[in-house]
């Protein structure tokens, strides 16, 4: 990927904050899984339940490997690093140390994989998986552009990048454990 200024922007507002930016399914708010303090921001921004988890979203399973279970089995772990041709969310168990910000009360984290390449040029930039989630507050309809974005959040993200879907849809989930297919 040849990033544009804008992007390379988004990337150092990305370090320290939240961010909107598009992803491989919604129009998406994201900041850094490593970032304790940017994901209470984004819990803030939402008006989320602090009990609900948030989208581990990385380019490379190496990313999240320090939020999932140890005792994973690899051959687990290697269906977890398989791209899908439907942008699909796995429920893992989580690590011992995976922090609730990120969990919530379950006792999973969920993790999607995507060759999406704005989200591999963030991971391999910051050395992080993303925090994911949709651009809008709980219970309001997901921001498909800067408009709707700005009546949601006014000033308050670090940096925006504009849609580049408008019709696109939230990825399935599936428990990595049982197979069953949660959405």
């Known amino acids: 990927m040849n990033p544009s200024k804008r992007q390379i922007m988004a990337l150092d507002y990305l370090r320290e904050g939240v961010i909107a930016h598009p992803t491989d399914t919604v129009y998406g708010l994201a900041c850094l899984a490593n970032n304790p303090s940017a994901i209470k921001t984004l819990i803030d921004l939402k008006k989320r339940d602090s009990d609900k ?5 990385t380019s490379d399973v190496d990313y999240v490997l320090p939020y999932i279970d140890e005792n994973l089995d690899i051959d687990l772990i290697n269906k977890l690093s398989q791209l ?14 995976a922090s609730s910000l990120i969990s919530g009360a379950s006792e999973f984290v969920a993790v999607r994989v995507t060759s999406e390449p704005l ?7 910051t050395g992080s998986a993303l925090i ?3 651009a809008n507050p709980q219970g309001q309809k997901v921001a498909s552009n800067m408009l709707e974005l700005k009546t949601y959040f006014k000033q308050a993200l670090s940096f925006v990048l504009p849609p580049n879907k408008y019709d696109s849809e939230p990825s399935i989930i599936i428990n990595l454990i049982t197979g069953e297919q949660i959405r």
Not at 53 to 57: E, N, P, S, T, Y
Not at 84 to 97: D, F, G, M, Q
Not at 119 to 125: D, G, H, I, P, Q
């Open 119 to 125: 989200v591999r040029f963030f991971c391999e930039n």
């Open 84 to 97: 899908t041709a439907i942008p699909t969310t796995y429920l893992v168990p989580k690590s011992e140390t």
């Open 53 to 57: 988890g948030f989208i581990l979203l």
């Open 132 to 134: 994911s989630t949709s």
